[in-house]
């Protein structure tokens, strides 16, 4: 049972991992940042149950907070969780919960998995929009031409490369004894 939890842990950990890796591909196009993490994310809820989704995410989550340089950019600090984007980072616990849900619950995995991570993309991008918001006392239609609109299709490039490599990944971890 230990073992199991520790194996776990040392995935989550790894996962947190890779998100701090991909926030760091990015093409800087304004406040908001394009950047790979979103793929972590649908990874992570691809392979845990719902539990250790939300672990694994509260750890990139929590130590980016602690100031540990890990989000897009090399930043990091409670500042940047309340600043522009952390409404954004937010969700990609919603993303992981989602589609680690999906998983759970269906054998018909891939196609309740594209719903789950649809879903949780649109309450990633309503999150992260209305913290926008709030944060620059702006307006829907100004929030959302800077904040949804040059993201929709590399995000939903993001979602279909993540279906494509979370199968195996998934497979691969549970052979393994490690999730």
Same mark, same amino acid.
């Given at each position: ?17 890779l998100?701090? =890796?991909?926030?760091? =591909? ?39 907070a ?9 930043? +990091?600090?409670? $500042?940047?969780?309340? +600043? ?50 709030? =944060?620059?006392?702006?307006t ?11 993201? =929709?299709?590399? $995000? ?14 998934? $497979? ?8």
């Amino acid at each position: 049972m230990k073992s199991k939890s520790v194996r776990r842990l040392v995935v989550a950990f790894a996962m947190a991992f890779l998100t701090t =890796v991909l926030a760091q =591909v990015q093409i800087e196009i304004g406040p908001i940042p394009i950047n790979l993490a979103l793929i972590s994310a649908y990874l992570t809820g691809m392979v845990f149950t719902p539990l250790w989704a939300l672990i694994s995410m509260g750890i990139y989550l929590g130590l980016g907070a602690l100031g540990l340089p890990i989000f897009s950019g090399f930043t +990091g600090g409670l $500042d940047i969780l309340l +600043g522009e984007s952390g409404g954004y980072l937010l969700g990609y616990l919603v993303i992981a919960l989602l589609i680690s849900f999906a998983q759970k619950i269906s054998e018909e995995k891939l196609r309740y998995t594209l719903i789950a991570a649809a879903l949780g993309l649109l309450a990633c991008y309503a999150m992260g929009t209305a913290w926008f918001m709030f =944060v620059n006392h702006a307006t829907f239609e100004q929030s959302a031409i800077i904040c949804i609109t040059p993201f =929709v299709l590399p $995000d939903l490039g993001k979602l279909l490369l993540s279906l494509i490599l979370g199968q195996g990944l998934r $497979d691969k971890l549970y052979l393994e004894g490690m999730v």
